[in-house]
Nanobody
């Protein structure tokens, strides 16, 4: 199983920056892609950014040019650097990891979620 611990987030003024971190630990064979989702009140959870095991990235259009996702494979940690934040970025941000883990005697590819962290951008 994989445990994800998020850190970062908080309250920032528009135009400011925040950095989110998510560290994976536990028993797993390998981590495939890692990513960040967010969910604003009354809205569906959406993918913000994702990074594959070999470093390929993709972003939601609203984050392109402002957010940067990166990962440290040695630390099993993914980061989201958020710059030029806007009030519409306000949401709970969730770390997401896809990992190959031993589950009931066989290797399975499973999905894991962090506990969520609030990001609030004031205007």
């Amino acid at each position: 199983q994989v445990q994800l611990v998020q850190s970062g987030g908080g309250l920032v003024q528009a135009g400011g920056s925040l950095r989110l971190s998510c560290a994976a630990s536990g028993s797993f064979v390998s981590i495939n892609h890692m990513g960040w989702y967010r969910q604003a009140p009354g809205k569906q959870r959406e993918l913000v950014a994702r990074i594959t095991s070999d470093g390929n990235t993709n972003y939601v259009d609203s984050a392109k040019g402002r957010f940067t996702i990166s990962r440290d494979n040695a630390k099993n940690t993914v980061y989201l650097q958020m710059n030029s934040l806007k009030p519409e970025d306000t949401a709970v941000y969730y770390c997401h990891v896809q990992a190959r883990t031993l589950y009931r005697g066989s290797i399975r590819t499973l999905e894991y979620w962090g506990q969520g962290t609030q990001v609030t951008v004031s205007s």
